[in-house]
């Protein structure tokens, strides 16, 4: 278990990341039955299409990653499905974040040998925050992704956030800090946070910018922003508000936006971004 830090240690921490890396762009497939799925606050799912082939198109757009849930595994009691995973990870170079019923170290090592370069664990690591500490030890904390879905609604600051985690598929809520457990969730192994608001996911009305920045000042490990995007500048202003990298579903599953054409905005914009390949950064 790694050492517990100091809020000043973690201020420290947060003054070395500078200066800032490239932000990543990252589309989510969330996958139900084999099939992409988006609805609006995990409710009303509605087909996006095939996984493999979604992937394939927003590589070739530029996207930096790519994240795969299985948003009904845990639900239902079972692992993600492997073939998803294999099937995605053939049409991609880029590195693929996956996750959806991971309980024990086994069902990420089938996740990885499949294919994906990170698990994204929620769930079971609330259930048992130990399972954090047996994926860094054996797989090391760069493959370990805390997923946190925070709902507002919590003590307000000093005391805490005012975000409560929520869990399975975000029907269940717990009376747990967000910002407290990815605090915990760091000092246990996690190396990522993927942070999604379900106040805003789905809705195409920005990030949850109090959110997001409750969390940077809790870790000093790079933070995924999730949930509502709608524009570039919705991505410029979770950068601001300490996101790393900026995921969205939506605007990419239905052709408002290309992944290339948010770098090109995002350049504009001032945020440091990779180079879309040359010959899709113009597709818009």
């Known amino acids: 278990m790694k050492r517990m830090e100091t809020g000043a240690q973690r201020a420290a921490a947060l003054e070395q990341r500078a200066p800032r890396l490239p932000v990543r762009i990252i589309p989510c497939l969330d996958v139900r039955a084999g099939r992409v799925v988006k609805g609006v606050r995990f409710r ?3 087909d996006q299409g095939d996984p493999a082939a979604l992937a394939g198109a927003y590589e070739e757009q530029g996207a930096d990653e790519v994240v795969v849930l299985d948003v009904t595994a845990t639900p239902e009691g079972r692992g993600t499905r492997l073939d998803t995973v294999a099937a995605v990870r053939a049409r991609l170079s880029v590195p693929v974040t996956v996750g959806g019923g991971i309980g024990e170290v086994a069902d990420a090592a089938a996740l990885l040998e499949a294919g994906a370069d990170k698990v994204a664990v929620n769930t079971a690591a609330l259930r048992r925050p130990g399972l954090l500490t047996e994926l860094a030890a054996r797989f090391g904390s760069q493959c370990v992704v805390a997923s946190i879905d925070a709902l507002a609604g919590g003590p307000r600051p000093p005391r805490a956030s005012g975000y409560l985690v ?12 967000a910002a407290a457990w990815a605090r915990e969730a760091v000092e246990r192994g996690a190396g990522e946070i ?8 789905g809705t195409r009305s920005g990030y949850e910018l109090p959110l997001l920045r409750a969390v940077r000042e809790a870790v000093p490990v790079p933070i ?3 949930g509502g995007a709608d524009t570039a500048r919705h991505m410029a202003e979770a950068v601001g508000g300490g996101a790393d990298a900026v995921l969205a579903a939506s605007i990419f599953h239905q052709h ?10 995002l350049a504009q914009l001032g945020v440091p971004v990779r180079p879309a390949h040359p010959s899709t950064a113009e597709a818009l």
């Not at 929520?166 to 800090?177: K, P, W």
């Not at 993927?194 to 996911?201: A, Q």
Request: glycine fraction near 8%.
């Open 224 to 226: 995924v922003a999730s």
């Open 194 to 201: 993927l942070l999604t608001s379900i106040d805003r996911d």
């Open 256 to 265: 408002h936006w290309t992944v290339g054409r948010v770098k090109s905005e």
């Open 166 to 177: 929520v869990v399975r598929s975000g029907t269940e809520r717990l009376e747990r800090d």
């Open 44 to 46: 009303g799912l509605q």
